[in-house]
């Protein structure tokens, strides 16, 4: 049986990210799209991309 890659793992993960995002009729925004270009050089993670995303654009609220 053949391993793939780190990379090539990585490069999947970020294709069903974005194939979620389709689905759900929604298009990544510039910012999403760098995060994810960054997961498939390894750069960072998907999880990450997540928590700065939530970050960037979710306000908190308070009780």
């Known amino acids: 049986m053949k391993k793939i890659s780190k990379q090539v793992a990585r490069s999947k993960t970020v294709e ?4 979620s995002l389709r689905i759900e009729k929604l298009v990544p925004g510039d910012y999403v799209i760098k995060g994810m270009n960054a997961c498939v050089s390894g750069k960072n993670t ?3 991309v997540l928590q700065e995303v939530i970050r960037h654009h979710v306000t908190i609220r308070w009780g």
């Open 46 to 48: 998907t999880a990450n």
């Open 16 to 19: 069903n990210v974005l194939a």
